[in-house]
């Protein structure tokens, strides 16, 4: 487990090409998170003009990465516009491209009509006790990972459900520890935090169904400022599991109630068969 600064500081190697460094971890692939993380603070390091923000994100994991050794990323200015900027970025190991993004940044100041979702009406965070051992078996490991992040999952009889959606799951998360006074360090924050949780709410009306997952895909859209020091919550659905894969959807609010980010993705759901491991551990070395 390496704090969130160290994972975001991507040395530069040459003119639109970065290095991400290799994180401590127990497992053997790469969390989908972290290379989404990094490859989005790859294509900010590409954007000149300090009036533009990330708006959007989305990205492909074609290739389980190592979690052992660092990641390049590869930035393609794709157009640079008055009002949008937009890259294309591809994260190597060993020569092989293991995911895919595309993010398009918007110029500040624009002005227009104004309407948001509203936050659930859910129990505060200090009403709940943190992520630990009731957890679910698949999460174990990633739990391990995320010691820098409180999270505090909202039972589902605190809540009022949506009876057209099979699956829900509410969550809040934060920093454990202040981070700076960077709003770009916030958002690529976001970027890593959103990739937490989201697929586990596909099994909840599975319970006790183990499953391989794996991200598969990761789309996500930054709609108002936030900072991930601060409490926010993670409403997730999934729409539908079927043929191995799920699909899950997820909005972010702040403590307000402003809702902050969207997120969609499509996940590896396969019934797990004997002896396989839900999400693969590192082996010692010999």
Excluded at 10 to 29: H, M, Q, W, Y
Excluded at 33 to 45: D, F, I, K, M, P
Excluded at 124 to 134: F, I, K, R
């Amino acid at each position: 487990m390496s704090d969130i600064e160290y994972i975001l500081s991507l040395e530069k190697i040459d003119r639109d090409i970065f290095r991400g460094p290799a994180v401590k971890s127990t497992l053997a692939r790469t969390f989908g998170g972290q290379v989404a993380a990094q490859a989005l603070v790859a294509a900010t390091e590409t954007i000149s003009d300090g009036g533009k923000d990330v708006h959007s994100l989305h990205g492909y994991f074609v290739a389980p990465g190592k979690s052992s050794v660092p990641t390049v990323f590869l930035v393609d200015r794709i157009r640079d516009g008055r009002s949008f900027s937009s890259r294309q970025v591809r994260a190597v190991q060993d020569g092989e491209t293991i995911f895919s993004m595309q993010a398009s940044f918007h110029q500040r100041g624009d002005i227009g009509p104004e309407h948001s979702d509203i936050m659930r009406d859910v129990p505060g965070p200090e009403e709940l006790e943190p992520l630990d051992g009731t957890a679910p078996h698949s999460s174990r490991a990633l739990l391990d990972e995320w010691g820098d992040w409180d999270i505090r999952v909202v039972p589902s009889d605190r809540y009022e459900h949506n009876r057209y959606t099979p699956s829900q799951q509410v969550v809040w998360f934060r920093s454990k520890r202040p981070l700076p006074d960077d709003d770009t360090l916030h958002v690529c924050t976001l970027a890593y935090m959103s990739d937490m949780t989201l697929l586990h709410s596909s099994l909840v009306p599975h319970p006790g169904h183990r499953v391989q997952m794996a991200s598969l895909d990761h789309a996500m859209w930054f709609l108002r400022p936030f900072r991930t020091d601060e409490w926010l919550l993670y409403d997730q659905v999934s729409p539908s599991a079927s043929a191995g894969r799920a699909l899950t959807h997820g909005r972010i609010f702040d403590r307000a109630g402003n809702l902050v980010a969207m997120v969609t993705q499509e996940g590896l759901t396969r019934t797990l068969r004997d002896g396989a491991e839900s999400i693969p551990l590192r082996r010692p070395e010999s």
